[in-house]
């Protein structure tokens, strides 16, 4: 089993600023993807941004540019620096875990609201 910990959502204005964390804990394997998705409501969940094992990344044509994946250095902790916010990036975002063979485990889910 993993447990999924998210943190840093919010109220921000359009073109602000928010970081997101996430930490892993539990059965842990050390190839993995760690991943934000978000949820708007209406709409189906969405991938935003993926980290895998080597550092790769991945980002949804959406947010290339304004958001960045990253790792903390234990690799268990994953952050979402979100830059230049707009009103439609306003969801519930969600912190995924996969490994290879694996099932996805999901943290609780952190609002993001963009609004003047």
């Known amino acids: 089993q993993v447990q999924l910990v998210e943190s840093g959502g919010g109220l921000v204005q359009p073109g602000g600023s928010l970081r997101l964390s996430c930490a892993a804990s539990?059965?842990?394997?050390?190839?993995?993807?760690m991943g934000w998705y978000r949820q708007a409501p209406g709409r189906q969940r969405e991938l935003v941004a993926i980290i895998i094992t080597d550092d790769t990344t991945h980002y949804a044509d959406s947010v290339k540019g304004r958001f960045t994946i990253s790792r903390g250095n234990d690799k268990n902790t994953v952050y979402l620096q979100m830059n230049r916010l707009k009103p439609e990036d306003t969801a519930v975002y969600y912190c995924n875990w996969k490994e290879p063979g694996g099932p996805n485990y999901w943290g609780q889910g952190t609002q993001v609201t963009v609004s003047s």
């Open positions: 539990g059965s842990l394997f050390s190839i993995n993807a």
